[in-house]
């Protein structure tokens, strides 16, 4: 029973995600896109994160959805919150949450050719990640370890998409969904939000 409750409260998790990333990944961004703080803290945290100024809030460029799509959960301690999406066109959308140097909500731009590339690589890649949940008792999970953070990992090739969850505790799952979150994270230039001004040199 309790591992069939935890993979129905991760699946649940997945869908309130996927719902988040998909709003992110839109063609406009408003706070309405936001996970409420508080459904992202772990047991015994309390929400830190300012919501965004919906009147401040900027326009996609693009008009297509997001093609790849990133959020890291909390932990207990100090990890970085946040969700970031990557357009065809170089788009970037970045919603800081907690321990960011960037709360809320902004936009940037990458180049489109590396976001293709990047694209290329998840269509061989990530597609061969047999699972779409690493979570705790979950078949793929292996030996768990607590209070790590959360990734969530978004591919949309065409008109679908799929989301894949890692609780960074389970030693057993694949290591490229981490090296994809990374990669991710390095053409989205997200550092730049996160720590600040050259923290992606």
């Not at 649940?12 to 406009?28: E, Q």
């Not at 994160?49 to 809030?57: K, L």
Request: positive net charge.
């Amino acid at each position: 029973m309790s591992r069939l409750r935890n993979a129905s409260m991760a699946m649940t998790r997945v869908v309130r995600v996927s719902l988040t990333l998909a709003c992110l990944a839109s063609a406009s961004l408003t706070t309405a896109c936001r996970t409420p703080a508080a459904e992202q803290q772990p047991a015994g945290e309390t929400a830190t994160a300012q919501p965004a100024d919906a009147s401040t809030s900027p326009q996609a460029t693009s008009t297509a959805p997001a093609v790849l799509m990133l959020e890291r959960g909390p932990c207990y301690g100090r990890c970085p919150v946040y969700a970031v999406a990557l357009f065809a066109d170089g788009s970037v959308h970045f919603d800081g949450r907690q321990h960011t140097q960037s709360l809320g909500i902004h936009k940037g731009a990458v180049p489109a050719n590396d976001v293709a590339a990047l694209t290329r690589r998840f269509q061989t890649e990530f597609s061969n990640i047999k699972d779409s949940l690493y979570v705790h008792e979950a078949p793929g999970c292996g030996q768990f370890m607590t209070d790590g953070p959360s990734i969530f990992l978004s591919f949309r090739d065409g008109t679908h998409t799929r989301t894949v969850r890692l609780d960074t505790g389970c030693t057993g799952a694949p290591p490229i969904i981490r090296q994809l979150a990374v990669a991710v994270d390095s053409i989205a230039r997200t550092p730049t939000w996160v720590v600040g001004p050259g923290g992606n040199r």
